[in-house]
């Protein structure tokens, strides 16, 4: 009798399609190894970019390799360099922003899981 593996090898991630130059690979997600309780993703985000504000209903945690990152959280705004993380809980209204000349990359961790239908993004 044959039992079930505990534990899902990903070969390569699972790349977003996206439309501003910004880089995502999901390596743990719904996306990428069916997970709904969290999700892990690599991302680059190139100079001068930024995504309209969100209300998600996930706590997402970020962990900047290198460059910047700025963060609009209810009003504040927060800057990570290479080496620092944020939490953001969920139900915060962000908005995500690399306004500096210099690549930002970043590990992302959702809870739960990143979904399209829970980032509540609101249109330009």
């Known amino acids: 009798m044959a ?17 501003d130059g910004k880089l995502i690979e999901e390596h743990v997600g719904q996306a990428s190894t ?18 309209p ?3 998600p209903t996930f706590d997402e945690i970020t962990i900047v390799v290198r460059g910047r990152k700025r963060f609009e959280i209810d009003g ?15 139900g915060a209204r962000v908005r995500y922003a690399n306004p500096f000349d ?14 399209p239908d829970t980032v509540n993004r609101e249109d330009d």
Not at 102 to 110: G, K
Request: glycine fraction near 4%; charge should be negative.
């Open 3 to 19: 039992t079930e593996k505990r534990y899902v090898l990903n070969p390569a991630p699972f790349v977003v399609p996206t439309t």
């Open 76 to 90: 504040d705004t927060v800057e990570l360099r290479a080496g620092q993380a944020l939490l953001i809980k969920g």
């Open 53 to 55: 504000y969100q209300t």
């Open 102 to 115: 210099e690549e930002c990359e970043y590990w992302s961790i959702c809870v739960p899981a990143f979904s």
């Open 34 to 51: 069916g997970t709904a309780a969290y999700s892990l993703a690599h991302m680059v985000a190139p100079p001068h970019w930024s995504e």
